[in-house]
């Protein structure tokens, strides 16, 4: 499932289909599940497209589910649904990034702005988490000592010359310069200035 879907998990089965049909109506990719275990077994958790989330289940209900995936750094937008969540519940959801709670029974015209929504921040945290992970794997290349050069360059962004790196760090100016070019080589950047903005701005 690498297409757009949205994902529904909802232990009652009428509405569960009937949701699942009219969104196949609309025109969308649509895959729903009993429970969140079921889901879990099949479907990754950065999954591109959103999930539509009963809260109240047995076993795992919405709000663990919820905590899991968060826990697992996933990208999976979460819209739930719920015939009898109260507000704490509703502002816990939204406190760990839902991006709505609505109450059944709910217009389903809400639900489908509600899933434009959260396709399009989903493929926003799919980018800034490739992106971090991307940093993340350049910066594993480096030694323990060019790490720490990098960090006084990304600290300082106005006072990068050798001399002032090496008087800081408190070791000669070409070793400074060594350093420099290797971590410039290892991470694919040709000038500090392209250093600073690969890791100055990390989402």
């Known amino acids: 499932m690498t297409e757009l879907t949205v994902y529904i998990i909802d232990d009652d089965d009428d509405v569960r289909i009937a949701l699942s049909r009219s969104l196949r109506r609309r025109g969308m990719t649509v895959a729903h599940f009993p429970d969140a275990q079921s889901f879990l077994d099949q479907v990754d958790a950065d999954a591109s497209g959103c999930l539509v989330l009963d809260y109240g289940m047995p076993d795992m209900d919405g709000l663990e589910l919820q905590d899991y995936l968060v826990r697992q750094d996933s990208t999976l937008p979460i819209i739930f649904i719920s015939g009898h969540g109260g507000i704490p519940e509703s502002v816990r959801a939204t406190k760990a990034g839902a991006i709505d709670f609505l109450e059944k029974p ?98």
């Open 106 to 203: 709910f217009d389903l015209s809400v639900l489908t702005d509600r899933i434009a929504v959260a396709w399009e921040l989903g493929e926003k945290l799919r980018q800034q988490k490739a992106r971090r992970l991307d940093l993340a794997e350049k910066r594993g290349r480096l030694t323990d000592r060019e790490d720490e050069v990098l960090q006084y360059i990304l600290r300082n962004p106005g006072r990068t010359t050798s001399k002032e790196i090496a008087a800081e760090l408190n070791i000669s100016p070409r070793t400074v310069e060594i350093h420099r070019g290797r971590i410039q080589l290892k991470v694919g950047v040709k000038t500090t200035i392209e250093l600073y903005e690969l890791f100055g701005r990390s989402p």
